[in-house]
């Protein structure tokens, strides 16, 4: 199937697959002779996972490392993943929770400063 129709049945984009390509992530199964990328039924499975592992917010290095333990069933065989990966996923996770905590902040910061803007006294003068 063409590129197009591969995304529609793995819910994401032709853009994202040709960047998937790019990464080394996902291969197309071949070329037709007028250079469009074929993909096979069988790599549907696999562009969801990678998919699924970026939109969790792994960055796309990660993701190919950790292709090699995702199973069939859409999940992850924790007997192929070794504990420097365990800890590296880790390590991403508490990134992303420090930016989680980051944007609080800054969500109640501005907050504060819009309730200022909004007080009875800016009303009045």
């Known amino acids: 199937m063409q590129i197009g129709e ?3 049945a793995t819910g994401t984009t032709p853009r994202m697959l040709r960047h998937y ?3 080394g992530l996902l291969t ?3 070329r037709s002779p007028n250079g469009y ?3 096979g039924e ?3 499975t696999a562009a969801r996972q ?3 592992l970026i939109q969790a ?3 796309s290095r990660l993701v190919k490392d950790l292709l090699g333990a995702v199973s069939d069933t859409d999940g992850i065989h924790p007997q192929h993943v070794d504990t420097a990966m365990i800890n590296t996923v ?3 996770w508490e990134r992303m929770c420090r930016c989680v905590d980051c944007m609080a902040q800054r969500r109640d910061a501005l907050r504060d400063y819009l309730d200022q803007l909004s007080s009875p006294e800016r009303t009045e003068n």
């Open 6 to 8: 591969f995304a529609a």
């Open 42 to 44: 069988n790599q549907i």
């Open 90 to 92: 880790e390590g991403e």
């Open 28 to 30: 197309p199964a071949g």
């Open 21 to 23: 390509e790019s990464q």
């Open 57 to 59: 917010g792994l960055p």
């Open 37 to 39: 990328r074929e993909y």
């Open 50 to 52: 990678v998919n699924a």
